[in-house]
């Protein structure tokens, strides 16, 4: 088994930063992509971006600029760093890591979720 584990939302004002962090335990072999997804009230889940194991990253138009993926290879972490943060940006953030098990197969897992806030 698997385990993402989560922190670092909250409620921040516009133009405000956050930072979100995920580690990943339990029976891993190779972490693959992680990366990070938001949901917001109503809408359906969506990717922010995400960060390959060889350093690659993308993220989503509407965060380009502004947030930042990193990861520590060695804590088996990634970290989404938000800045210039707005309104529009609050959402419940996932995330999602594609993970090769100890047992050789590739299985997708998700966190538990963190909601992050914009407002004044």
């Known amino acids: 088994q698997v385990q993402l584990v989560e922190s670092g939302g909250g409620l921040v004002q516009p133009g405000g930063s956050l930072r979100l962090s995920c580690a990943a335990s339990g029976s891993i072999f190779r972490i693959n992509t992680m990366g990070w997804y938001r949901q917001a009230p109503g809408k359906a889940r969506e990717l922010v971006g995400a960060?390959?194991?060889?350093?690659?990253?993308n993220y989503a138009d509407s965060v380009k600029g502004r947030f930042t993926i990193s990861r520590d290879i060695t804590k088996n972490a990634v970290y989404l760093q938000m800045n210039s943060l707005k309104p529009e940006d609050t959402a419940v953030y996932y995330c999602n890591a594609d993970i090769t098990v100890t047992t050789r197969l590739n299985v997708g897992y998700w966190g538990q979720g963190t909601q992050v806030t914009v407002s004044s």
């Open positions: 960060a390959t194991g060889d350093g690659n990253t």
